[in-house]
């Protein structure tokens, strides 16, 4: 386990300028719209809205490209001839680069939404007195949170797999990864399904009480019928074994 | 310590050869330390091995000897430089003489051309300096 | 450690790509304390074997073994492995990458470090990216030689270097093999110089064994340098 931090911080360090860059893009972004060229006929909080969602929806697109890429400069440098050399599981290497882009998803999350407070700090606190509290606020951007890092995780999960399996083929690797990609999404879905009644004595998740909707609006009822996803998300920690445990032992270096 | 090998001999007895030629010839004198096996390796590029090899046999056939912890010395005494210098000496004419045999020479002409070069080389070796 | 089993046992090791057969059933059984050339021309399979040994291929059939013990992550640990290609992170300086390899091997002896950085001329704050070709082959055997690893593999470790490097390299390797506790293997194509290194040798040719043994024996019996001999089988 010793090994593990050094790892992680391999690929924090190695992926520190395409995050800085990509930071001050976001907030020299925000500062374009707040201040050079602010939209037309838009309130300051309706500005927030346009400045805050293009980083909020390339996230996750530039997450998937940097969980490919993370893996993909490692054959392109040949370094991963020092990794498939050192005595550790292949789990290692795969959930280090996980909590790597973990690091990274939060860096930019937190870069985006300090930047919003900074430079939009009136119309954040405008709009925050919509909501019930600060601490309602919080509470509820961290549970958001981390039901993003889940998702962001399953994301990573099929691409690392997907990765790797087109690096065990000779040829159309590309092809194999794509396919690979779709093979394990619906495969995933399926076991959700499969597995469903195993799951059904498990009673749906309040949402609104973990989410303290009753704060926003008397007699909100939102539940989540957790028994297909369980299925699905035990699926997902499969195909992560699967691929830490043919990292280790099926892949290969181009020779 | 310089050898210039020739590979295609066993690398061990070159490096016993060479010793015994600094034996022979006084560079290397009875009760002298030589080079630590490692040391002589690193520095000639041989691998430690045939070095060790080296040393071995030269520990058998009693001219060095290995001390605990002190080091590899020539061994003192009862006439080693002789006994090399005498074994040197026989080598290179036995070598020579098989030469001279294979162009057809006898005792007689070989002397004879051995007396002749003798001078010859005298001869230069004083014109030489001026 | 068990004391009497091979540093390295081969047993009829094959692999096969698409294009050719790389190793057509290898036979081989390394002793304990020895340095032995593997020598061949190239794509003669030498690089190949190398990696089945370490696992950076899997090799089709036949058994590998490590000090008596079959291949696994385990054996990754007792094995120094130096490939011929630019495998460290570029991004990292020299003292950035001899922390990071130190954090998986527990046969990392810290204390040999300054002194083998001395000797290869390198200095913990140089920047991997603007080290010269031979400078990071110099690195790579630093980061080998740092171990006390039971088995080193080094492939093609001469090729294409400054005559400097290669000079710093020969001489690391002689000084640094711990005989009494190591054994190597040595990958080359060009044997020329680096002839005294090997206690034993193996010749490759395409996929199998054509030649092998103590070179000093072979110096005595054919009369030739392992070079000259290397020469005319590869002629």
């Not at chain 1, 370094?79 to 498939?84: A, I, S």
Request: glycine fraction near 8%.
């Amino acid at each position: 386990m010793a090994s593990f931090f050094p790892l992680v911080r391999k690929d924090l360090e190695a992926s520190r300028w395409p995050v800085g860059i990509l930071s001050a893009l976001i907030v020299g972004y925000m500062l374009l719209i707040r201040f050079r060229f602010p939209p037309i006929g838009l309130s300051e909080t309706e500005s927030l809205a346009v400045a805050l969602s293009l980083p909020l929806i390339f996230l996750p697109l530039w997450m998937i490209w940097q969980s490919f890429q993370a893996l993909r400069t490692e054959w392109r440098e040949d370094t991963v001839y020092t990794l498939l050399t050192l005595p550790i599981p292949g789990w290692q290497v795969i959930s280090s680069k996980l909590v790597g882009l973990w690091v990274e998803y939060s860096l930019l999350l937190g870069v985006s939404l300090v930047g919003a407070l900074v430079i939009y700090g009136d119309a954040v606190q405008s709009g925050l007195r919509v909501l019930p509290s600060l601490a309602w606020a919080v509470r509820n951007g961290f549970l958001l949170y981390l039901f993003s890092l889940a998702v962001l995780s399953a994301m990573v999960v099929f691409v690392q797999l997907a990765y790797v399996i087109g690096k065990m083929v000779g040829r159309l690797q590309g092809l194999v990864a794509i396919w690979t990609l779709f093979l394990s999404g619906w495969l995933v879905d399926r076991l959700g399904l499969l597995l469903e009644p195993l799951f059904r004595w498990m009673p749906p998740l309040p949402l609104h009480k973990l989410f303290r909707l009753d704060e926003l609006k008397q007699g909100i009822v939102a539940e989540w019928n957790v028994a297909p996803a369980l299925g699905t998300w035990l699926g997902i920690l499969a195909l992560f074994i699967l691929t830490g445990y043919l990292f280790e032992h099926y892949v290969e270096v181009n020779d | 310590m310089r050898i210039d090998f020739h590979p295609s001999q066993p690398i061990y007895l070159q490096i016993m050869d060479e010793f015994r030629r600094q034996i022979a010839t006084g560079l290397l004198k009875p009760g002298d330390k030589i080079p630590s096996q490692r040391d002589l390796a690193a520095t000639i590029k041989v691998n430690a091995n045939t070095v060790q090899r080296a040393y071995r046999e030269m520990e058998t056939l009693g001219l060095v000897e290995t001390l605990r912890g002190q080091g590899t010395f020539i061994c003192q005494g009862r006439g080693i430089v002789e006994e090399t210098r005498n074994d040197m000496l026989t080598n290179l004419v036995d070598d020579f003489v098989r030469a001279m045999q294979a162009l057809g020479l006898n005792e007689e002409t070989t002397l004879d051309v051995v007396k002749k070069r003798f001078s010859a080389m005298q001869t230069t070796e004083e014109v030489k300096p001026k | 450690m068990n004391g009497t089993s091979p540093a390295l046992m081969l047993r009829n090791v094959k692999k096969s790509y698409p294009r050719a057969e790389a190793l057509k059933g290898i036979e081989l059984a390394l002793p304990k304390g020895e340095i032995w050339g593997l020598l061949g021309p190239n794509g003669s399979g030498k690089s190949t074997l190398l990696k089945c040994i370490v696992g950076l291929v899997k090799p089709d059939a036949g058994e590998i073994e490590i000090d008596g013990n079959p291949r696994s992550r385990c054996t990754k640990g007792q094995i120094a492995f130096v490939p011929e290609m630019d495998t460290l992170y570029r991004w990292m300086t020299v003292g950035q990458t001899l922390a990071f390899t130190s954090a998986f091997y527990q046969d990392w002896d810290q204390r040999r470090v300054a002194g083998l950085l001395e000797f290869m001329g390198l200095d913990a704050g140089q920047k991997i990216r603007s080290l010269s070709k031979g400078m990071r082959a110099r690195l790579k055997l630093v980061l080998a030689l740092a171990r006390k690893a039971p088995l080193l593999l080094l492939d093609e470790p001469f090729s294409g270097i400054d005559p400097a490097s290669r000079e710093r390299i020969v001489e690391g390797i002689v000084r640094e093999f711990k005989s009494d506790e190591q054994t190597m293997v040595i990958s080359t194509h060009a044997v020329g110089d680096t002839e005294q290194l090997f206690d034993a040798v193996v010749f490759l040719d395409e996929g199998t064994i054509s030649l092998q043994g103590y070179a000093e024996d072979l110096r005595r019996e054919y009369g030739k340098s392992i070079n000259d001999l290397f020469k005319e089988v590869f002629a």
